[in-house]
């Protein structure tokens, strides 16, 4: 009685397959694009806080306006802001709110802004 080699070399490349690691799997490892960050504002945001961030940024040659700002009722904490930046040519627009003194927002040169912990 003859038997096929086809259901061996089936077999054996279903554990070549399994046993092999996913990096050599994979047709092309692509690296993760690393991130700029331009400026960190951590804390209460404020208008002199967004000043001094306008302001580093303008000497980059990054154009960053702010405005449209929001304040929680009978005090003077803002709590919102309109944020438009224009990087190399890319522009981003975006109103943040922000309820918590323990927010971050990043300007990043990459994706335009992050904002965390709010």
Known sequence: MKR?????ILIFSLFAGVGAPQSALAQSDEPIPAET????LEGELTRESLNETRIALLELGIRFQY???Q????TQNMIGTEIH?????VEYHEFFEFNSPTCKLQVIRETGFRM???
């Open 4 to 8: 096929s080699a086809f259901p061996l």
């Open 37 to 40: 960050i331009l400026a960190t």
């Open 67 to 69: 405005g449209n700002f």
């Open 71 to 74: 304040f929680a009722p009978g």
């Open 85 to 89: 930046m224009v990087i190399d040519g």
């Open 116 to 118: 965390e912990g709010c």
